[in-house]
Every structure is written in structure tokens, then in C-alpha cells.
């Protein structure tokens, strides 16, 4: 099956500086899905993106559904220690229904 | 968070016996979903379920079956544990298919065949 190409497959930065991952897919998208997994835990879902284009926040975080439909991107702005974890794109196509296609994950980590 | 919980969270068993995990979710939702997750390969679907007795395979069915007997609960069988089956498994619900609607993951099952 397809998997997503998520890049980089790990971060180790300072606290306080920004983070940039981003996802590709050789095909299109009609959703694209941002979620964190902390330690032992299950992912959690940041950000929902629905339309080509559309620039969404939650907070310190912003997420972009790419303009050709076959890629996303997450922004970490000030990042804090709790930001700590796994960041996981996942994109859904209409011939899927509600079918999940995961990246391999960003594992994040923040130097206080 | 989605009341959803995971039993075991942990096992470990040996290559050639049966195991079973098990889902069970509070909000009555009607989808229902098994997955594992290895490094670098994100989260991969094994089967899923669309109610009561109606399942359907995933993108890595072979060597698990699934069971749903209730709305509430979702079973994943292992008939055979080989190591290559060694995996973190998540659950996951959704109340219905469309393309807002998100799945909601529960803590996982860590399980370790020897």
C-alpha cells in the first residue's frame, strides 16, 4: 500500500525555535490529517485541512494543505519541551472513504 | 478524549500461540479500526469494521482475523504469533465515513512475540 513521505523522520532542536515538517504523496488528497503521539500513547489529532490551499492554526502550530493536493506542511512556532513526541501526516482520498494513509513520522525532540 | 480503551497494554507470548486483543469504546460509534505501527512506517491498517458483524480487510490482514460481536467491542486475533508480528496496536473509531469525520485512537496494545 501507499505510505506518505514525511520528512524529516526526526528533529532535535532548542526550545524556542520553530520546526517545519512537511508530507508528499505521489497522489492527490482530499484531506490531510496532522496528529501527535506522545510516549505509550495513541495519536491525537492537531489539525484538519479540507481544501487545496487552506492555512489552518491551533495554537503555536500551523498546517497548509498544498496547493497541488499532494502535499502538507506543519509549522511549530516557540517550540516548548511539551512539544515533544511524534508528529504523524495522514491523508484520506475520496475512493478511501474514511481510509487513513500514514507518513512514517517526525519524532520531535526539544532541548529546554 | 474518545472513550476508547485497549486490554492488554502489554503482552509478550511465544512464536505459534494464539493471541487476542481487545477494543472497547464508549461512544457508540460504528467504525472501528486495527492498526500496527513499526518504526518508519507510520500506522498501517490491518482490518476494519463497519458494524456489527461486517468486517473488512486492510492494507496488512495476513496472519490477524477480527471479530465484532457488539457494537462496543472489536477483537484481533492472532491465530499464530510469529515475531515478525511484534508491533504496537492501536485501535481506532470513527462514527462514520466521511471525510470530516476524524478517527479517534486509543492507547495502544504493546505486544512482543518471542
Known amino acids: 500500500g501507499q505510505q506518505l513521505n514525511q520528512s524529516p523522520q526526526s528533529m532535535f532542536i532548542q526550545e524556542g525555535e520553530d520546526v517545519s515538517m512537511n508530507c508528499t504523496s505521489s497522489?492527490?488528497?482530499?484531506?490531510w490529517l496532522w496528529y501527535k503521539q506522545d510516549p505509550g500513547e495513541g495519536p491525537v489529532l492537531l489539525i484538519a485541512l479540507y481544501k487545496a490551499g487552506e492555512l489552518t492554526s491551533n495554537g503555536r502550530l500551523t498546517a497548509q494543505f498544498g496547493i497541488t493536493r499532494k502535499d502538507s506542511f506543519l509549522n511549530i512556532s516557540a517550540s516548548i519541551p511539551s512539544d515533544v513526541g511524534i508528529y504523524f501526516c495522514a491523508g484520506k482520498h475520496n475512493n478511501a472513504g474514511n481510509m487513513l494513509t500514514f507518513g512514517g513520522g517526525t519524532r520531535l525532540m526539544v532541548k529546554p | 478524549d474518545a472513550g476508547i480503551t485497549q486490554s492488554p497494554r502489554h503482552k509478550v507470548t511465544e512464536t505459534g500461540t494464539p493471541v487476542t486483543l481487545r477494543c472497547h469504546q464508549t461512544e457508540n460509534h460504528r467504525y472501528m479500526y486495527w492498526y500496527r505501527q513499526d518504526p518508519g512506517h507510520g500506522l498501517r491498517l490491518i482490518h476494519y469494521?463497519?458494524?456489527?458483524?461486517?468486517?473488512d480487510k486492510g492494507e496488512v490482514s495476513d496472519g490477524y482475523s477480527v471479530s465484532r460481536s457488539k457494537t462496543e467491542d472489536f477483537l484481533l486475533t492472532l491465530e499464530s504469533a510469529t515475531s515478525s508480528q511484534t508491533s504496537v496496536y492501536f485501535c481506532?473509531?470513527?462514527?462514520?465515513?466521511?471525510?470530516?469525520?476524524?478517527?479517534?485512537f486509543g492507547p495502544g496494545t504493546r505486544l512482543l512475540v518471542l
Open positions: 497522489s492527490i488528497f482530499n484531506t
Open positions: 481506532a473509531i470513527s462514527e462514520s465515513l466521511e471525510l470530516q469525520e476524524t478517527q479517534y
Open positions: 469494521s463497519y458494524g456489527v458483524k461486517d468486517t
